[in-house]
């Protein structure tokens, strides 16, 4: 069974984010492996300068990094990302899966975004659209996309 990880710097806080989480966590089990890390995010003042941004994503990227199995192949998520279509998506996790990886890793950062270095080694960026959303949004939506994804490569009726 593929093992697939989301690390997300943040914590839900809200009771609908972590409910709507949770259920798309249990439907996955029937799938993958799935590993849910929450990295804390790093404080920063009121209105931070570019320089404390950058020093806190670099802080961030770290953890993750440290969250990581080696060779995991990464996906960052990232509004410059390439967008994709849950078809194309579900091509992505069927090519990983038959590629032998051991690891599928995907990562949503905080408030601030994701580290430039740890985006650049990501194999791929993913853009859920151009629109902004709170990246606790993000983590529900990469979920259910997951699991979009894993009952169109069954054939399942989920997918319309």
């Not at 806080?13 to 798309?24: G, Q």
């Not at 404080?43 to 802080?59: C, F, G, Q, T």
């Not at 791929?124 to 490569?153: C, D, K, W």
């Amino acid at each position: 069974m593929q093992r697939v990880m989301v690390v997300c710097v943040g914590k839900l806080k809200e009771r609908f984010y972590i409910d709507a989480a949770a259920e798309y966590v249990k439907r996955l089990s029937r799938y993958c492996k799935l590993e849910l890390i929450e990295l804390p995010e790093q404080r920063l003042p009121e209105s931070p300068s570019p320089a404390e941004i950058a020093r806190a994503l670099s802080r961030e990227a770290e953890a993750v990094r440290a969250k990581l199995p080696p060779g995991a192949a990464l996906a960052a998520l990232c509004i410059e990302g390439k967008l994709h279509s849950s078809e194309e998506l579900a091509g992505l996790l069927d090519t990983w899966g038959s590629r032998g990886e051991k690891c599928l890793a995907f990562v949503i950062g905080g408030s601030f975004g994701l580290d430039e270095g740890l985006k650049r080694e990501a194999r791929v960026r993913l853009s859920m659209s151009p629109m902004t959303f709170p990246h606790h949004l993000a983590r529900v939506m990469l979920l259910e996309q997951l699991y979009r994804g894993f009952q169109i490569n069954e054939g399942g009726k989920y997918h319309k």
